[in-house]
C-alpha cells in the first residue's frame, strides 16, 4: 500500500513558476513509477508526465515539455513536478500517481492522491 498527498498548488500569473510534491508513505515507493496528471473543469483526465523508479527516466506530455520537469527523491520518498512559465490553460487539479511503470492511461495506476489546485491568472 501507498499513500500519496500532494502539495504546493496555488494561484500564480502567467509566466511564474510552482514545484509541487507528492509525499508518499509506504516503505515500497521506491518500487513504484510515477505519474503527475491533470483534470480541469469538464476535462478528461490527462497526462502530464512521469518518471520511472529510479528517477532514471522521465516522460512528458508534449504540452510541457521543456516547461515542466519531473524528479524523485527515494530517501524522502517524495516526487516532484517542477512547473515553470505556467500559462492560463495548465490550471487545473493535479495529482500524483504510483504505478509499476510509466503509463500515460490513467487506469493504469494504482495509487492516487487528493489532487491540489493550480490556477493561472492572465
Known amino acids: 500500500q501507498v499513500q500519496l498527498v500532494e502539495s504546493g498548488g496555488g494561484l500564480v500569473q502567467a509566466g511564474d513558476s510552482l514545484r509541487l510534491s507528492c509525499a508518499a508513505s509506504?516503505?515500497?515507493?521506491?518500487?513504484?513509477?510515477m505519474g503527475w496528471f491533470r483534470q480541469a473543469p469538464g476535462k478528461e483526465r490527462e497526462f502530464v508526465g512521469g518518471?520511472?523508479?529510479?528517477?532514471?527516466?522521465?516522460y512528458y506530455a508534449d504540452f510541457v515539455k521543456g516547461r515542466f520537469t519531473i524528479s524523485r527523491d527515494n530517501a524522502k520518498n517524495t516526487v516532484y513536478l517542477q512547473m515553470n512559465s505556467l500559462k492560463p490553460e495548465d490550471t487545473a487539479v493535479y495529482y500524483c500517481?504510483?504505478?509499476?511503470?510509466?503509463?500515460?492511461?490513467?487506469?493504469?495506476?494504482?495509487?492516487w492522491g487528493q489532487g491540489t489546485q493550480v490556477t493561472v491568472s492572465s
Open positions: 518518471i520511472s523508479w529510479s528517477g532514471g527516466n522521465t
Open positions: 509506504g516503505r515500497t515507493f521506491g518500487r513504484y513509477a
Open positions: 500517481a504510483a504505478a509499476i511503470d510509466v503509463y500515460s492511461d490513467y487506469a493504469r495506476y494504482n495509487y
